[in-house]
T-cell receptor, first 111, second 112 residues
Framework: KAGVTQTPRYLIKTRGQQVTLSCSPI?????VSWYQQTPGQGLQFLFE???????NKGNFPGRFSGRQFSNSRSEMNVSTLELGDSALYLC??????????FGPGTRLTVL | AQSVSQHNHHVILSEAASLELGCNYS??????LFWYVQYPGQHLQLLLK??????LVKGIKGFEAEFIKSKFSFNLRKPSVQWSDTAEYFC??????????FGTGTRLTVIP
């Protein structure tokens, strides 16, 4: 089975812009979770989607949003980018809560 | 608020030394516990997990972890580390509300 894929792998944006990141889960996995990884903060949970519905949400501002399509692919959008949004954004898919499979991440740099 | 604490931010060991990485969590209900590892340039991958039963769980590559409920801890151990164990290790807790909380990670450097 192909693993979780994320596009793009690297992205450079400027403050105020918006960005959309994409995640394709492992075939058959209906749950997709998003995390922000920064040095010193570890992985912070953004949100989780299951069957096109947001099932869980972390403590991030409304500038961070997401959606899931009928084929389980998911997108994450960040509007009005701030310097502090620079991070590695990880997507993970799972069939159940037993284990999450992570993608390689999208490295976002905000200048 | 629920949290996961990994007190060791960076651990440096020589090959063959024993390893113990601490993980404590604050959540009073039933939890499922995980250790994930991120090797340089690679994806996060599951090392081991605890759901129920024997509190001493064994994972891949000789790692094990012990769940001590009274101490809210799930420490990771390996009797003899290798250079290839150099990586970042993350403890994670899945609460009854199906929220997965990660610790800030511990970077392990093994010197040959």
């Amino acid at each position: 089975k192909a693993g979780v894929t994320q596009t793009p792998r690297y992205l450079i944006k400027t403050r105020g812009q918006q960005v959309t990141l994409s995640c394709s889960p492992i075939s058959g996995h209906r749950s997709v979770s998003w995390y922000q990884q920064t040095p010193g903060q570890g992985l912070q949970f953004l949100f989780e989607y299951f069957s096109e519905t947001q099932r869980n949400k972390g403590n991030f501002p409304g500038r961070f949003s997401g959606r899931q399509f009928s084929n389980s692919r998911s997108e994450m959008n960040v509007s009005t980018l701030e310097l502090g949004d620079s991070a590695l954004y990880l997507c993970a898919s799972s069939f159940s809560y037993n284990e999450q499979f992570f993608g390689p991440g999208t490295r976002l740099t905000v200048l | 608020a629920q949290s996961v604490s990994q007190h060791n931010h960076h651990v440096i060991l020589s090959e063959a030394a024993s390893l113990e990485l601490g993980c404590n969590y604050s959540y009073g209900g039933t939890v499922n516990l995980f250790w994930y590892v991120q090797y340089p340039g690679q994806h996060l991958q599951l090392l081991l997990k605890y759901f129920s039963g024997d509190p001493l769980v064994k994972g891949i590559k000789g790692f094990e972890a012990e769940f001590i409920k009274s101490k809210f801890s799930f420490n990771l151990r390996k009797p003899s580390v290798q250079w290839s164990d150099t990586a970042e290790y993350f403890c994670a807790v899945l609460t009854g509300a199906n929220n997965l909380f990660f610790g800030t990670g511990t970077r392990l450097t093994v010197i040959p």
